[in-house]
C-alpha cells in the first residue's frame, strides 16, 4: 500500500481550512506542502503562517518540501511551525550532512530531494543518514506538469542502493502522478506518491487518494 501526500499547492487557497479539513478525513497520511522562494525554483508559494494555519486543522503528517536557497537559516522555523518531515533539495545544500543532522537534531525527519537531471549516485555516501528521498519527476516549481517517465528508472536504481546500504530510507516521488504512473512507481520501489492536480481536479479527491492508497 502506497504513502500518499497530496499536494496542497494544488488546492483552492481561498477554502483552504476546507481543503485541508477534507484531507485529514481520507486516507491521506501525509499532507505536502511546497515552500518556494522564486530563486531556486521559478515561483513563489507559502511560508510559516500558512503552515501554522495547515497544522492547527489537521493530525495528519506534515510532508515539507522546500524549494528554497539557504534552508539551514529556517529549519527551526518550520519546526515551530508544525513541520513532521523537512526535505531539502540536494542541488541546494553545501553542507548537506549538516542540514540533515539540524534536521534530525529538531526532531523531525529528514529527506533529500533530487531534481530530474540529478543522479541517484550523489547519494551514495549519504544514504545511510537520510529517512527520505524525494525523486522530482517533474521540475520543480510548478503544479500540472507532464511526468517524467525516466523517474521510474530512477526509482529502481534508488531501491537497489538503498537495499545494498541495508537502510530503511523512504522513496517519495512528486510530480504528474496518476495511478497509471503510480503504479508502475510502487512497482519499482516507491514508498510514498505525492499528488496535486491529480487530486484536487478529480470530481472525488477523497476517492482519487483512496486509490492512489491502494496501489501496491
Known sequence: MAIVSPSVLSCDFGNLQKAVEMLDSSNAEWIHIDVMDGVFVPNISFGFPVLSTIRNHTSKLLDVHLMITNPDAYLTDFCS?????????????????????????????AGVALNPHTPVSVLQDIITEVDLVLIMSVNPGFGGQKFIASSVEKVIKLKKLIREKNTHTLIEVDGGINLENGRLLVEAGADALVAGSFVFGSSSPVETIKSLGELS
Open 81 to 109: 511551525s508544525g513541520a513532521n518531515i523537512i526535505t531539502v533539495h540536494y542541488e541546494a545544500c553545501t553542507h548537506l550532512h549538516r542540514t540533515l543532522s539540524e534536521i534530525k537534531r529538531l526532531g523531525m525527519k
